[in-house]
C-alpha cells in the first residue's frame, strides 16, 4: 500500500530534550516536505526537500532541522524543542517524475506537546 | 508570497442539502495547481479534488465540484447532497513548484 508513515504519533516531552520525528514513504517519490498545523494558521511549511541530500527552508524553519539522506525518509529533528513548538505535524511527498499531478500525499501526523 | 485565504472559519449544511465553501488566493503566477483538502477528526489529510490552473474547465469529483474563476483568484467547494460523513476541516490549497500554501480552513458541520 502506498504510503507516508510518521513516527511517533503522539509524544509528550519537556523543553529542552532533543527529539526526533521520523517520516518514510514508499512512493519512490523525489520531493518531501514537513508542515505544521496550528488553530487559525493552517499548515505551514517548515522544510522540503526536491531530492537526496537537498533541503531547503519553507516558511516557518526556526527550531527544526532535517535530513535526507535516503530517499524514503526524511526525518524532522527539534534540537531543544521549545513550548512555541506545541502543535500538529504533517510530512508529505509528492511525485516530480513522470505524470506529475501536484498532489501532495500526507502521513496521519504527529501530535508533539511540549511542557 | 502567494496567500491563500478561506473567509468562512465555520459553515454548517442539513443532510443532503448543497454547501459552498469559498476560497481566494494571490498570485502573479499563470500556472499552478488548485486544491482541497478534508482532515476529519482522525486528521488525516484527504484529498478532495484538484484544479490545473491551465484547465478552463471546473473540476468534479461526484458530488462535489468547483468553481474556478483564474482572474478572479477565486476557487469554490460545491458539496452536494451533503451526507453526515462530510463533516470535517476543509483546506484549500495552492501549489505552484516548491511552494504550497494553505488557508487557515473552514469547518463544516452536517447537521442530520
Known amino acids: 500500500e502506498a504510503q507516508v508513515t510518521q513516527n511517533p504519533r503522539y509524544l509528550i516531552t519537556v523543553t529542552g530534550k532533543k527529539l526526533t520525528v521520523t517520516c518514510s514513504q514508499n512512493?519512490?517519490?523525489?520531493?518531501m516536505s514537513w508542515y505544521r498545523q496550528d488553530p487559525g494558521l493552517g499548515l505551514r511549511q517548515i522544510y522540503y526537500?526536491?531530492?537526496?541530500?537537498?533541503?531547503d527552508k519553507g516558511d516557518v524553519p526556526e527550531g527544526y532541522k532535517v535530513s535526507r539522506k535516503e530517499k524514503r525518509n526524511f526525518p524532522l529533528i527539534l534540537e531543544s524543542p521549545s513550548p512555541n513548538q506545541t502543535s500538529l505535524y504533517f510530512c508529505?511527498?509528492?511525485?516530480?517524475?513522470?505524470?506529475?499531478?501536484?498532489?501532495?500525499?500526507f502521513g496521519e501526523g504527529s501530535r508533539l506537546t511540549v511542557l | 508570497a502567494q496567500t491563500v485565504t478561506q473567509s468562512q472559519p465555520e459553515m454548517s449544511v442539513q443532510e443532503a442539502e448543497t454547501v459552498t465553501l469559498s476560497c481566494t488566493y494571490d498570485?502573479?503566477?499563470?500556472?499552478?495547481?488548485l486544491f482541497w483538502y478534508k482532515q476529519p477528526p482522525s486528521r488525516q489529510m484527504i484529498l478532495v479534488i484538484r484544479?490545473?490552473?491551465?484547465?478552463?474547465q471546473n473540476a468534479t469529483e461526484n458530488r462535489f465540484s468547483v468553481n474556478f474563476q483564474k482572474a478572479a483568484k477565486s476557487f469554490s467547494l460545491k458539496i452536494s447532497d451533503s451526507q453526515l460523513g462530510d463533516a470535517a476541516m476543509y483546506f484549500c490549497?495552492?501549489?505552484?513548484?516548491?511552494?504550497?500554501?494553505f488557508g487557515a480552513g473552514t469547518r463544516l458541520t452536517v447537521k442530520p
Open positions: 484544479q490545473e490552473a491551465y484547465k478552463q
Open positions: 512512493m519512490n517519490h523525489e520531493y
Open positions: 526537500s526536491m531530492n537526496v541530500e537537498v533541503t
Open positions: 498570485t502573479s503566477e499563470s500556472d499552478y495547481y
Open positions: 508529505a511527498s509528492c511525485n516530480q517524475q513522470g505524470p506529475i499531478t501536484g498532489e501532495l500525499f
Open positions: 490549497a495552492y501549489r505552484r513548484g516548491n511552494d504550497m500554501r
